[in-house]
């Protein structure tokens, strides 16, 4: 029996599907395009309302603010991409701005945060932990001769659910970087300028790209799954502490970075 004939009808078959395919991809394409472009205009955003917070706040001689600032440590293969950092007159703050809607909760343990948005849960990296790595790096550039301190700012205000010294809205971060810290000593004109020089060539030193950077977040994700240190490359070691097991730097106490055992 011969089948030439149903040859044609397979193949204005199989176009046919290729046409639904084309149009459902072209129809689904712009729409995660929309939805990606949506949720890096917000960012922007975010970091525009603290980068002008941020300035308004630079009222003392040599204090300043550099915006979305990139550095290498060629010692771990990583990157840090900041925010925001302040050279204020009570030391130096690393500012990581997140503009989400809804409700997120989590804490200073948990790496992963749950955002709750349409009642549908959204697991989210803990951008505690995120900045505390930025924080840990801008020490070691400036060798802990100054204080740096750490804050994560939510723009929308949505921290009500957030347990954390860390995090803080708009109308904290003011006081926040303005009001002196405990036991802090007030630097001098000539000190923030050294210090603004000081992070200025170390960036020019190890020039990174934001595509680099990328490359990097993905390198970091491997690492820590393979129990190896993001803050300085070193191995993660099994610890147990007073509320239970956990993955802890090997060179504790001058690296204190932990994950979880289920991370």
């Known amino acids: 029996m011969q089948f030439w004939y149903i040859i044609p009808a397979i193949i204005f078959f199989l176009f046919i599907i290729l046409i639904i395919l084309i149009k459902l991809t072209a129809h689904s394409t712009p729409s995660l395009r929309k939805s990606a472009a949506k949720r890096k205009d917000a960012g922007k955003t975010g970091e525009i309302i603290v980068a002008n917070i941020l300035q308004e706040c630079c009222t003392q001689p040599g204090d300043y ?45 948990l790496r992963l945060w749950k955002l709750y948005r349409s009642n549908d849960a959204i697991e989210i990296s803990s951008p505690v932990k995120q900045n505390g790595t930025h924080v840990h790096f801008v020490r070691q550039i400036l060798h802990n001769k100054v204080p740096v301190y750490g804050f994560v700012v939510f723009v929308q205000g949505n ?21 002196s810290p405990r036991n802090a000593w007030k630097l001098s004109v000539r000190q923030k300028e050294r210090i603004l020089k000081i992070l200025i060539e170390y960036r020019d030193k190890y020039p990174t790209s934001a595509n680099d950077h990328l490359l990097h977040i993905n390198k970091m994700r491997s690492d820590i799954a393979a129990n190896i240190c993001p803050r300085c490359g070193s191995k993660l070691v099994l610890r147990h502490g007073k509320y239970g097991s956990f993955y802890g730097c090997s060179k504790f106490p001058k690296c204190k970075f932990k994950k979880n055992i289920t991370e």
């Open 65 to 109: 603010v550099i915006n979305d600032i990139i550095f290498f440590n060629p010692h771990t293969g990583y990157s840090s991409q900041i925010d925001h950092i302040l050279i204020g007159s009570y030391g130096v703050f690393v500012i990581e701005t997140k503009n989400y809607s809804g409700e997120i909760y989590g804490n200073d343990s």
């Open 159 to 179: 921290t009500e659910h957030i347990q954390s010294n860390y995090v803080c809205t708009c109308r904290e971060l003011r006081e926040r970087v303005t009001s």
